[in-house]
């Protein structure tokens, strides 16, 4: 019988305990009506949960102490879905695009939950850019993550993107982010583009070769205490890139085709033939008075300046076009569950609005996933890229193209009665420069890694993964003799190698229990670099029939090198969160660098914690869905300068007597080490009205100290400067991001996205306190921010002679001159122009009375994004804006200098000043310009504050009932606008420019730069 009760009370127990719980099902779809596989299925505030299966199908238990809770079902990509438990056996989920909390992003080395992060961290998936074609990778980050700024120095195709996140750190390092893709830190940097030839200012894109229909996600590490996990190459942020990968499932194709044209928006208007020949009398007329000449164009043609011309050319209109643009690209995306395999091919032609330059891109992308068995697996990334630029000499370059086109006289012919190219005061024909230069780099680019992944326990997994970026370029220049700049053919060849190889090893340990969430990052990283470059140069050639190297009868120069470096890391990092409401994270990094020698180990540490106030039961059921408050600091380096910059070194080639020798070529400094970042973050991410609005604010100073600069020595060394750490740096600003649901219907959506982001830039700290100049009129200064404009101060223009006299002493100046305040007279005791004590006015109008005119790095930058769907039709439209900032506008020295032989602009020639009482801005024409009118002054400095509506796309998707029959998953077509509107009161092409591509210090300034472009594009989206 005591058995009989044991058994009846255990039979009981488990009946019970059967009783006590019960089981849910469900299937998951998203707005397409398409099932998700491998969804996170679970019971909010627990550790209950399931994944659906291939089909997007769940099977859940419930336990009893579950009974009352709420299922929460989230995907990568989807807000989450959440409904109460009730009586239901059955709960189906529908998810629909957006953020969620659950998503979960790369950070460092190791995936953590969007919600846990404690540091700023900017975030684009692929559902922001998908439906938008944009030029380059680069756009994808442009005003849609606050702090991070993107500037499209000019409108080369192919040409240098200026990428910074949260302010400029070096003054001879790099100021660009490290860009790691799939795991690897890819080449990159101000110092290297891959061209050794200079035709002018721009560069080019070094991430150009990215094809940005294969990204996945995209985020951006602002903040030093998520950053430091780069340790030396993370001072100006980091770029996480993410491709695209397959999924389990039914095969998916996804073709891409679009097609279109770029033209310039607005044209300088020039004067004609006719009038730079009545200008050009008025220039020379006294001359010829004194000469006893008659005044007109013959005779200026026959006694002064030789045969010009009597042609009305519209340089312009010979040399722009408008130019076709298209890109198209094919994915495929699959797998069962243990194989997941995504591909991708890609074609991009962009024609440049100036003849002859244009960017053409072949592209490749293997992503592969297998799963051997739950503790081991392997994935790779392979994507190659094959590019070909073309190139006409340009920007700050008089034999460029845009400079001949504004300043070659319209008189001149665009060819001659005997079939030559019109010429005049050796500015090169600018018909000639777009048909008759070659200029061709065709660059091949290897990225890729493979690694494995093993499952120790439910806790603890080991990665390594071996990667590469090899990047083969080839640079093939030919001037004929038909140009100014070469009388006899000029031909160079040129090649550059770079390989770079990286073996990472990382423990992971993830581990809950109760309430505690702990995840332990270690790991080891061994980075090689190598570069083999060469050049040749050849002239004298015997027809532009034979363009080979060996045709040249002059060798010029035959250079060949070779160097390389290397860093080994250590790196780990902490993260820990207590019922999901405080948070504490570390990182640290070690980096030693073969480019140092007394200082090769730098280390980097960051720290951060986080307290999610909408967690609190104080805050429970109020207004606030999130509140979470962040503080983060850390420090990070600067690696990107020369790898032989501590060392002395020698060169060859110090003969004497026909006996070789060698002379010490630098002077080396051993105790050089890394510039230092130091940042501190404070942040607060909210949202309310279950999700419907939210967005972030961050705080952040940003100092870097031990700034490289060339220190100046006694000559009795034998040297002038030496490389020392002595330099200093600030960074202050507000990020601010606003997300917004405003409208959200079955047929209707829209929503808002707005980020802006505040920036104060102040050099601190130079050698000795001693200013310099760069550029045209910038001038790095303690106090001032770096891209500061120096120069005199315009005061309108003097109309009468007595105004002259009662001016102070500007001794050259007559009626029609430009009148200069007088600022000060001289430097106080610092000895350094432009400080508070300077001297006061001294009644002389000098070099003394030059001050800060104006600033290069804008005080507000951000983008407002809007996105609405009405039955299937979509709209995109993407205002970026900046603001706080000027442009030195170099061209109108040229165009409205007024003084020589350059045609003028139509607006200098009409709006001259040419008798007492004109109220202009434009001086008389004179010629040498003895009042020197065109010195460095404000008269050059615009304000160039811009509001541009960068993209706008409209669409339509056909109806999945009328598709699926005949087996296509998704058509969509569409329109897309690029910089179709800019609002602005910049006189130039484009406020969006600067001619010293990737320069530190010579910043915000405009010369014969490469226009942008306006572009129109119809395209179509099919996935099958």
């Known amino acids: 019988m005591k058995h009989f009760f044991l058994v009846f009370a255990m039979l009981l127990l488990g009946f019970t305990t059967v009783m006590a719980q019960r089981t849910i099902t469900g299937t998951v779809t998203d707005e397409n009506g398409e099932t998700v596989p491998f969804a996170n299925v679970f019971i909010e505030g627990t550790t209950i949960g399931t994944l659906t299966d291939i089909d997007g199908k769940y099977s859940l238990e419930i336990p009893a102490e579950a009974e009352g809770g709420t299922i929460v079902v989230s995907f990568t990509g989807y807000e989450d879905f959440k409904q109460a438990l009730g009586s239901d056996a059955s709960i189906n989920a529908l998810l629909t695009s957006g953020v969620s909390l659950e998503e979960v992003v790369l950070i460092g080395y190791a995936p953590q939950k969007r919600k846990d992060i404690t540091g700023s961290v900017s975030s684009v998936s692929a559902e922001d850019i998908e439906d938008v074609p944009l030029p380059s990778l680069e756009t994808a980050l442009q005003g849609t993550a606050a702090g991070v700024t993107v500037n499209k120095n000019s409108g080369k195709p192919g040409g240098g993107i200026d990428v910074n996140v949260r302010g400029r750190t070096s003054i001879t390092a790099s100021n660009q982010p490290l860009y790691v893709v799939d795991g690897v830190p890819i080449i990159s940097g101000d110092n290297f583009d891959f061209s050794q030839e200079a035709i002018g200012g721009s560069n080019l894109s070094v991430i150009s070769d990215l094809n940005p229909d294969d990204i996945e996600s995209i985020e951006v590490l602002k903040d030093a205490s998520t950053a430091a996990m780069y340790g030396s190459r993370a001072a100006n942020g980091v770029v996480l890139i993410t491709t695209k990968r397959g999924k389990a499932g039914q095969t998916k194709v996804d073709l891409n085709a679009s097609y279109g044209s770029a033209w310039l928006p607005e044209k300088i208007d020039a004067i004609t033939g006719d009038e730079y020949q009545d200008y050009s009398v008025e220039l020379w007329g006294p001359l010829l008075d004194q000469l006893g000449l008659e005044r007109s164009w013959q005779s200026i043609q026959d006694n002064l300046l030789g045969p010009i011309g009597e042609a009305n050319s519209n340089w312009q209109d010979e040399v722009f076009q408008v130019a076709p643009v298209q890109e198209y690209s094919v994915g495929i995306s699959g797998g069962s569950e243990s194989t997941r395999i995504y591909a991708s091919l890609g074609y991009k032609d962009e024609q440049g609005i100036i003849k002859s330059s244009g960017f053409e891109r072949f592209s490749g992308r293997l992503n592969v996933d297998h799963i051997i068995s739950d503790q081991l697996s392997f994935g790779m990334n392979m994507g190659y890229n094959r590019s070909n630029t073309d190139q006409v000499q340009n920007d700050n370059n008089i034999y460029g193209v845009l400079g001949a086109s504004l300043l070659i006289p319209p008189a001149v012919p665009i060819r001659n009665e005997d079939g030559s190219w019109g010429s005049a005061f050796g500015i090169e024909n600018a018909v000639a420069a777009v048909t008759d230069y070659q200029n061709n780099i065709i660059r091949g680019r290897f990225t890729g890694n493979v690694f494995g992944k093993w499952n120790i326990t439910d806790f603890l997994s080991f990665k390594s993964s071996l990667g590469t970026d090899f990047i083969d370029s080839d640079e093939r220049i030919y001037e004929p003799r038909t140009l100014q700049s070469s009388a006899t053919g000029r031909r160079v060849d040129a090649g550059i190698k770079n390989e770079r190889f990286i073996n990472e090893n990382t423990l992971i340990f993830n581990q809950s229990f109760v309430k505690n969430n702990i995840q332990i990052v270690a790991g080891a990283s061994f980075q090689e670099d190598k570069i083999n470059s060469t050049y040749t140069e050849t002239v004298d050639f015997p027809t532009d029939d034979f363009t080979g190297l060996s045709s040249g009868a002059t060798p010029v120069t035959t250079n060949g090198s070779f160097t390389g470096d290397n860093i080994q890391s250590y790196f780990g990092s902490f993260n820990y969160n207590f019922d999901n409401r405080y948070y504490l994270a570390g990182t640290f990094r070690a980096d030693g660098s073969s480019r140092f020698i007394n200082n090769k180990w730098g280390f980097f540490p960051g720290v951060s914690a986080g307290w999610n106030i909408s967690e609190e039961n104080f805050m429970k059921n109020g207004l606030f869905d999130l509140l979470k408050l962040r503080v983060g600091w850390g420090q990070t380096g600067n690696n990107i300068f020369g790898n032989f910059d501590a060392f002395q070194l020698y060169g060859g080639g110090a003969n004497y007597q026909d006996i070789p020798g060698t002379v010490p070529t630098q002077l080396g400094n051993p105790d050089l080490k890394w510039e230092t970042t130091t940042q501190t973050n404070v942040g607060l991410d909210f949202g309310i009205i279950n999700g419907r609005i939210g967005g972030s604010i961050d705080f952040y100073i940003k100092d870097t100290e031990d700034l490289l600069l060339d220190k100046p020595i006694p000559t009795t060394s034998g040297f002038t400067t030496v490389l020392q750490n002595v330099g200093e740096m600030r960074n202050t600003g507000v990020d601010f991001s606003l997300n917004s649901t405003n409208i959200k219907k079955d047929n209707f959506t829209w929503s808002t996205t707005l980020t802006v982001g505040y920036l104060k830039n102040e050099v601190v700290a130079l050698v000795d306190g001693i200013p310099f100049d760069a550029g045209f009129a910038n001038r790095v200064a303690e106090g001032q921010p770096l891209g500061s404009f120096f120069g005199h101060v315009t005061d309108g223009i003097f109309q009468n002679q007595a105004e002259i006299d009662a001016h102070a002493t500007q001794a050259t100046a007559s009626p029609g001159d430009i009148r200069f305040q007088d600022i000060g007279g001289g430097a106080g005791e610092d000895n350094i122009l432009g400080t508070a004590d300077d001297l006061g006015p001294d009644g002389v109008i000098n070099d003394d009375d030059r001050t800060y005119i104006g600033k290069a790095l804008p005080d507000f930058q951000g983008g407002l994004r809007n996105q609405l ?154 996935g099958f």
């Open 869 to 1022: 769907s009405f039955y299937g039709v979509d709209l995109n439209f993407f205002f970026q804006f900046a603001t706080g900032f000027q442009i030195y506008n170099n061209n109108l020295a040229f165009t409205e200098g007024m003084n020589s032989v350059f045609a003028p602009s139509r607006n200098a020639w009409e709006n001259r000043w040419q008798q007492e009482g004109d109220q202009t801005e434009i001086p008389r024409l004179v010629r040498n310009d003895p009042n020197n009118n065109r010195r460095d002054s404000d008269r050059f400095v615009e304000d160039g504050d811009y509001l541009r509506l960068k993209t706008l796309t409209l669409g339509y998707t056909l109806p999945s009932s009328a598709t699926e029959s005949i087996g296509v998953r998704r058509a969509r077509i569409f329109m897309s606008g690029f910089n179709l509107f800019t609002l602005t009161g910049y006189s130039g092409f484009d406020p969006e420019v600067n001619i010293f591509d990737g320069n530190n210090t010579a910043l915000g300034t405009d010369f014969l730069t490469f226009p942008q472009t306006r572009q129109l594009v119809f395209g179509i989206n099919v």
